[in-house]
């Protein structure tokens, strides 16, 4: 499972008020913390004004960069953002994102393609995200065979096939399990990802929901997450979820996760 570490993210109000007074403190401590606790790469997100993000993201870069070796996701909406501050990351991680919004490919995928970036592919376009896993199969497959074009391998790319919140869309996760399903019928080397807590927003007890999600979602084939690597109950869902689908060899991640506390 590759863990892609969430907190760094100014959409965070904390971390949100962290840069608004310039606390490299936090922020460092952030990163060392999901370090510490696994994290394979650690998304950095500006969020706030469009007009600062990129001397927002070359601070955040330095200090994470400084306090840490884990490769990086760059994380921004904003194509030419990504590909300015791409020079200050000091080795290839994942680029967050792309999608058939706009020129995002046009701008991305031939950075990528010079280098060995890997690429989180989200499955909307212009017309938004869609609830329909047909729409949203067909997205990712037209995606993946630009990227094919510019000679980006698919095992480089992450698609996030978007689960949308069950609040608003009750079958949210069979939506996204199905796309998962069609996109892995015809590229079995790709990808998945998905950030862990959209699913539950606007509703009670929302790690619960959280939880399932996970487990269902790596029963599909997801095999990257976008959260807290921090959180020991979520942890102790990917070790336990591993074993159960039969991922873990004589079950001895989940006896040595045991061992060392980290099921809770």
Same mark, same amino acid.
């Given at each position: 499972?590759?863990?892609?570490?969430?907190?760094?993210?100014?959409?965070?109000?904390?971390?949100?008020?962290?840069?608004?007074?310039?606390?490299?403190?936090?922020?460092?401590?952030?990163?060392?913390?999901? %370090?510490?606790?696994?994290?394979?790469?650690? /998304?950095?997100?500006?969020?706030?004004?469009?007009?600062?993000?990129?001397? @927002?993201?070359?601070?955040?870069?330095?200090?994470?960069?400084?306090?840490?070796? +884990?490769?990086?996701? #760059?994380? $921004?909406?904003?194509?030419?953002? #990504?590909?300015?501050?791409?020079?200050?990351?000091?080795?290839? !991680?994942?680029?967050?994102? @792309?999608?058939?919004?706009?020129?995002?490919?046009?701008?991305?995928?031939?950075?990528?393609?010079? $280098?060995?970036?890997?690429?989180?592919?989200?499955?909307?376009?212009?017309?938004?995200?869609?609830?329909?896993?047909?729409?949203?199969? &067909?997205?990712? =497959?037209?995606? #993946?065979?630009?990227?094919?074009?510019?000679?980006?391998?698919? /095992?480089?790319?992450?698609?996030?096939?978007?689960?949308?919140?069950?609040?608003? @869309? !009750?079958?949210?996760?069979?939506?996204? %399990?199905? %796309?998962?399903?069609?996109?892995?019928?015809?590229?079995?080397? +790709?990808?998945? %990802?998905?950030?862990?807590?959209?699913?539950?927003? !606007?509703?009670?007890?929302?790690? =619960?929901?959280?939880?399932?999600? =996970?487990?269902?979602? #790596?029963?599909?084939?997801?095999?990257?997450?976008?959260?807290?690597?921090?959180?020991? @109950?979520?942890?102790?869902?990917?070790?336990?979820?591993?074993?159960? =689908?039969?991922?873990?060899?004589?079950?001895?991640?989940?006896?040595? &996760?045991?061992?060392?506390?980290?099921?809770?």
């Amino acid at each position: 499972m590759i863990i892609i570490g969430e907190k760094i993210n100014g959409a965070i109000p904390a971390v949100g008020q962290a840069i608004a007074r310039l606390d490299a403190a936090c922020i460092r401590d952030l990163a060392i913390r999901q %370090t510490e606790a696994g994290a394979d790469y650690l /998304d950095v997100c500006a969020s706030g004004a469009p007009e600062l993000e990129r001397n @927002v993201l070359a601070w955040l870069l330095e200090i994470v960069q400084d306090a840490t070796d +884990v490769p990086i996701c #760059l994380d $921004s909406p904003n194509p030419e953002a #990504l590909r300015d501050v791409l020079p200050l990351v000091k080795r290839p !991680g994942i680029i967050n994102s @792309v999608s058939g919004e706009g020129n995002k490919c046009e701008v991305i995928y031939p950075l990528a393609a010079e $280098s060995d970036w890997k690429i989180i592919v989200l499955t909307c376009d212009d017309g938004g995200v869609s609830a329909d896993a047909e729409h949203k199969a &067909a997205i990712g =497959l037209r995606l #993946l065979g630009k990227a094919e074009a510019y000679g980006i391998a698919p /095992d480089r790319i992450f698609i996030d096939p978007l689960v949308l919140s069950l609040s608003v @869309v !009750g079958e949210a996760l069979l939506s996204f %399990t199905q %796309t998962l399903r069609q996109i892995k019928a015809n590229y079995p080397t +790709v990808h998945f %990802t998905s950030g862990l807590s959209n699913i539950s927003f !606007g509703m009670p007890k929302r790690k =619960l929901i959280n939880q399932n999600f =996970l487990a269902f979602a #790596l029963e599909a084939g997801m095999d990257s997450a976008i959260m807290d690597p921090t959180d020991k @109950v979520m942890r102790a869902e990917i070790f336990a979820a591993e074993a159960i =689908l039969g991922r873990d060899k004589f079950c001895r991640a989940y006896n040595k &996760a045991y061992r060392r506390g980290a099921l809770g």
